[in-house]
């Protein structure tokens, strides 16, 4: 094949141009336009949340989280380190540490080793949980839900009532992922916890180019989002401002692209469901091959597709990556372990096993939602006769 297949990538064949083009005309650019409330709104109303305030970017998003949570440089926060490193930056933007947590065969954060860690090593004095190593309060944790699945967010939330943690979710990979069964039933990822965010980054499930959105349903964590969003202006005539804020907004462009692309997200659900589908159905007959599966109990929006090389196939990750270059077809490795990152070094983590298993194994393959079948067959094809590439 001459094609170049990339691993994720934008789809922007429906009214994004449209929008756009009106925004230009009516020379709405900035913060202050029509769509961005519109965008804020409709993604509320999907994801079935009391609201939505938007932001420049998933990272920013969590930063305002964090801040809006009350986290501060005083405090520890539970973190994911198998994921990528803007779910864990802000937690040191505000000053404050985390500590790594493994994950499970979800890839999200393990909560049976969250348990342990919160019943064994920390100690739970007049309503805070203490971490008993530095004595600091453990305030918050972030749970991110990689690659669009779920993590166990019925036993999460069990400990952090247990612990009186704050629930950050990261559900920036995860849009349109919501519980089919359990007590979330119809609950989206990013709306089960105190606070989640979604991020609109060109590579994921529905882009604005660069852009984010939090969502909560407790309206005064939504209000004072708004207000750190806005530069914390308190009055629009004479500019009063009462705490330090951000210029975080998302601007009037990128609303008008998500919207386009909002009203395509279930389309481009079903378009990843089938690509799964057809590479599970090939993949299946493979010796050493499995595709990473999504929770049973979960309507997953397939955002990335997990291929784990065991060691009975030929290639191992690298090679693989490797051949599948060779080939035309772009994939990657997970992510490099957080807690392995020098900025990181210093900081706790707690028997991480797992996560180096599936670092050294997954290996993520093209999943755009403008993939074709052809494209998939392909890939599968390549799948089966392996050469390695010196
Ligand atoms: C993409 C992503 C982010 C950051 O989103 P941006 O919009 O790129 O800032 C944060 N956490 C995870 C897990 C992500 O995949």
Known sequence: MDKFIPLSVPNLKGNELAYVTNAVETEWVSTGGPYVNEFEDKVATYVKAKGAVSCQNGTSGLHIALRV?????????????????????????????????????????????????????????????????????????????????????????EL????????????????????MKGNYKGKHAGTIGTIGVYSFNGNKIITT???????????????????LTTQAKSD?????????????????????????????LERFIEVKKD??????????????????????????NYWFYGLYCDNEYPLDRDDMIHYLSKKKIQSRPIWGLINEQRPYLANEAYK?????????????????????????????ECLKKPTRIN
Do not use: W
Not at 277 to 287: A, C, F, M, T, W
């Open 69 to 157: 949570c009350d986290v501060t440089k005083e405090d520890e926060v539970i973190v994911p380190t198998l994921t990528f490193i803007a779910a864990v930056n802000p937690v040191k933007y505000i000053g404050a540490e985390p500590i790594f947590m493994d994950c499970d065969d979800t890839l999200a954060m393990d909560a049976d080793k969250l348990s342990d860690f919160c019943h064994n090593k920390c100690s739970f004095i007049q309503g805070k949980l203490i971490n008993n190593n530095t004595k600091k309060h453990i305030k918050a944790v972030v749970v991110v839900h990689v690659f669009g699945n779920m993590a166990d967010m019925e036993r999460i939330m």
């Open 209 to 227: 180019g660069g852009g984010g959105m939090i969502v909560s349903n407790d309206k005064e964590l939504l209000r004072r989002a708004k207000h």
């Open 352 to 380: 991480i096993e797992k996560a180096k298993v599936y670092l050294e194994h997954v290996v993520n393959i093209p999943c755009s939602s403008n993939l074709t079948k052809e494209d998939v067959l392909y890939v599968l």
């Open 160 to 179: 952090a009532d247990e612990f009186n943690l704050v629930v950050i979710e990261d559900a920036t990979e995860a849009m349109g992922t919501y519980y």
């Open 275 to 300: 690509n799964y589908d057809l590479y599970q159905e090939g993949i299946k007959s493979l010796k050493g091959l499995r595709l990473l599966k999504f929770r049973e109990d979960i309507r997953p």
């Open 236 to 264: 629009e005539l004479y500019y009063t401002h009462d705490e330090i804020g951000y210029n975080y907004r998302m601007t009037n462009l990128q609303a008008a692209l998500g919207l386009a692309q909002l009203e395509q």
